[in-house]
């Protein structure tokens, strides 16, 4: 869907987009040059009139023959020239099975009942069930494929991105772990009241209980490389709310891995969360943990550079800011 938004109301539909789990982009601005200019990278690689595309675009007409069972002349409708079918049950079977005529319910069941709501039933019974897509089996599909493209040496980013471009894929993003209060914690309930039979539902919980002690591993190696070096360690920690812009820090991975940092007591701990006022949970009263307002005070102090919730502000971040900074991106901000 194409909006155009006045420039002072960006912010505002940003937020209604934000609210319902709708990415939204600017991809250009309304100018009064009356050109389409298209860029890539700054480049322009596109000047084209507006008006070509709309009201003076210009009409490709293909040449047409008419079909050879067309003829100028159609035989009357006569029952000499069109005699009674022998077999008239057989006649309206093969009648309504002529796709002009038969039921279309089956498409109707078959697809959503509202274009990508993904609906099993309808609404009419008792109530519409919808399912949902991805949950902690597609976030644990994501976060072992990056495990795996880790092993391998391939971007999963990009792995991810050209995967999606097809109509039928949909793989999620994966992160340092699952958090919030629903999904990090109510399946566990499931394979509590059925071990045997929610295997697949625990094997999903433990591959995102596991990705924390994952990132935790990259980071520690970072720190003994520059204790090696000869330096104290200073690691910025980018985020710790469960998921970006907002300011819920229930069962955070993102805050489980600065907890566990902030423990080791081998380094200091640099921690940046625009939406929190005070350092949460645990890290609160520990003198080698700050909470750094300035984000690029953060990062010039920092050796390691550790992206654990991708808040729209970090965007915003200049890469040559990172130069000769060890970076782990859970997110894939730069990647």
Not at 1 to 7: D, Q, R, S
Not at 124 to 130: F, T
Request: net charge negative.
């Amino acid at each position: 869907m194409l909006t155009i938004v006045e420039p002072g109301k960006l912010d505002a539909v940003r937020e209604v987009c934000d609210r319902w789990d709708l990415d939204c982009t600017v991809i250009g601005e309304v100018t009064d040059s009356k050109m389409l200019r298209i860029y890539w990278h700054g480049d322009r690689v596109g000047d084209i009139p507006a008006r070509r595309l709309a009201d003076e675009a210009p009409v490709i007409r293909t040449p047409s023959v008419k079909p050879a069972y067309l003829v100028d002349d159609p035989v009357a409708v006569t029952d000499a020239a069109y005699p009674p079918p022998a077999d008239l049950g057989a006649a309206l079977t093969e009648l309504l099975a002529a796709p002009n005529i038969a039921d279309k319910r089956w498409v109707w069941e078959q697809y959503d009942y509202i274009v990508q709501a993904n609906t099993v039933q309808i609404p009419g019974g008792d109530a519409g069930v919808l399912r949902v897509k991805g949950g902690d089996r597609g976030i644990a599909f994501a976060n072992e494929l990056s495990l795996i493209c880790e092993k391998l040496g391939i971007n999963v980013w990009e792995l991810i991105r050209l995967a999606n471009h097809h109509p039928r894929v949909n793989i999620l993003q994966p992160g340092p772990g699952v958090g919030g209060h629903c999904i990090a914690v109510d399946p566990w309930f499931i394979v509590a009241a059925a071990p045997e039979e929610s295997r697949l539902i625990r094997t999903a919980r433990e591959v995102n209980d596991g990705k924390p002690a994952h990132v935790l591993d990259k980071i520690k190696a970072a720190v003994d490389g520059v204790r090696a070096a000869g330096a104290k360690p200073k690691v910025a920690l980018l985020g710790l709310a469960f998921k970006p812009d907002v300011d819920d820090f229930r069962e955070s991975p993102a805050l489980h891995i600065a907890e566990a940092v902030a423990e080791w007591n081998n380094c200091e701990v640099l921690v940046s969360e625009p939406h929190a006022g005070q350092l949460p949970g645990k890290l609160a009263g520990q003198k080698h943990v700050r909470l750094v307002e300035n984000m690029r005070d953060l990062i010039r102090d920092a050796h390691i550079v550790v992206m654990l919730v991708n808040h729209r502000l970090y965007n915003e971040i200049p890469r040559a800011d990172l130069e000769s900074k060890a970076i782990i991106d859970t997110r894939g901000v730069w990647s």
